[in-house]
């Protein structure tokens, strides 16, 4: 896209981005225990951990991180593809030049 219309392009990579998500109040998720903790309980059952924030690595993390953020960026004023819910984009006027900010 950026090719096409001769523009420049910049590159940003969201750090520890999954772990920005939030659970749901009545969103109830458990784990093993992590290494280095007691894996079984006093009385031999495996040890669960019940998760309060999305961690990398689980499955749902990206979607928690998705659900925050969609709404947010919509806020700004970005619009959202159709063709492609994941990418996003903002067009302004600064100093009389069109600049495209795209997600």
């Not at 659970?23 to 903790?37: F, I, M, R, S, T």
């Not at 970005?78 to 495209?100: A, I």
């Amino acid at each position: 896209m950026a090719n096409s219309a001769n523009m420049r392009m910049r590159r940003w990579d969201f750090v520890a981005a999954y772990l920005q998500g939030e659970l749901k109040q009545d969103e109830v998720v458990y784990c093993h225990a992590p290494p280095g903790y007691a894996t079984l309980s006093a009385d031999g059952r495996p040890r669960i951990c019940r998760i309060e924030k999305p961690v990398s690595g689980m499955t749902q993390a990206g979607r928690r991180w998705q659900r925050s953020l969609f709404p947010w960026l919509l806020n700004l004023g970005f619009t959202q593809y159709k063709s492609d819910p994941c990418v996003f984009t903002m067009t302004k006027l600064v100093d009389s030049s069109e600049q495209r900010l795209t997600l």
